[in-house]
T-cell receptor, first 116, second 114 residues
Framework: AQSVAQPEDQVNVAEGNPLTVKCTYSVSGNPYLFWYVQYPNRGLQFLLK??????LVKGSYGFEAEFNKSQTSFHLKKPSALVSDSALYFCAVRVLQGNQGGKLIFGQGTELSVKP | NAGVTQTPKFRVLKTGQSMTLLCAQDMNHEYMYWYRQDPGMGLRLIHY???????AKGEVPDGYNVSRLKKQNFLLGLESAAPSQTSVYFCASAAVAGGPHTQYFGPGTRLTVL
């Protein structure tokens, strides 16, 4: 069965420092991976996705993610965190079997807190 | 474009009452989804639709029904609400063309069942 895990419920970073939000996945076959961000009382916003090709994917708001097939990971990164990056971050993997309508399986989310 | 919109934004129900949540998208997307979000559990798929007139069950379908009579609308119904259905509900839509179907989300409906 396909699954996604975000091992950290919360990540705390000082403004200006690099940040990493971790995600590991379990799929059979090649994965399609996504990162979404949710600001308080808002819906999820798409940040970036990995389909194939370059293992480093660049997305919105200066975020990037590194796909590592051997470690089955897709960690979200940013070189210099901003206070405004504080939000809930979700990793997701697309369900591949049959016509599943592009279904996604989400991790439980990681709360990122960036302090000034 | 408004993207994905949801109606209502908030609702309080008593146990046993019924209600319908409306999702509308103006992006001509084929796929639509209903999720619920509960603390510490991420998003869980309730039902989804791959096109007008078709629906399918997701991970947690019990107690919910859906309909997709028009391509742009996806309705989620609760026939007899229970306190366990207190949650935030999100609708999403995705296009078929262009690859792995990035989903675009609405702003959510916060439902409380007393």
């Amino acid at each position: 069965a396909q699954s996604v895990a975000q091992p950290e419920d919360q990540v705390n970073v000082a403004e200006g420092n690099p940040l990493t939000v971790k995600c590991t996945y379990s799929v059979s076959g090649n994965p399609y991976l996504f990162w979404y961000v949710q600001y308080p009382n808002r819906g999820l916003q798409f940040l970036l996705k990995y389909i194939t090709g370059d293992n480093l994917v660049k997305g919105s708001y200066g975020f990037e993610a590194e796909f590592n097939k051997s470690q089955t990971s897709f960690h979200l990164k940013k070189p210099s965190a901003l206070v405004s990056d504080s939000a809930l971050y979700f990793c997701a993997v697309r369900v591949l079997q049959g016509n599943q309508g592009g279904k996604l399986i989400f991790g439980q989310g990681t709360e990122l807190s960036v302090k000034p | 474009n408004a993207g994905v919109t949801q109606t209502p934004k908030f609702r309080v129900l008593k146990t046993g009452q019924s209600m319908t949540l409306l999702c509308a998208q103006d992006m001509n997307h084929e796929y639509m989804y209903w999720y619920r979000q509960d603390p510490g559990m991420g998003l869980r798929l309730i039902h989804y639709s791959v096109g007008e007139g078709t629906t399918a069950k997701g991970e947690v379908p019990d107690g919910y029904n859906v309909s997709r009579l028009k391509k742009q609308n996806f309705l989620l119904g609760l026939e007899s609400a229970a306190p366990s259905q207190t949650s935030v509900y999100f609708c999403a839509s995705a296009a078929v063309a262009g690859g792995p179907h990035t989903q675009y989300f609405g702003p959510g409906t916060r439902l409380t069942v007393l």
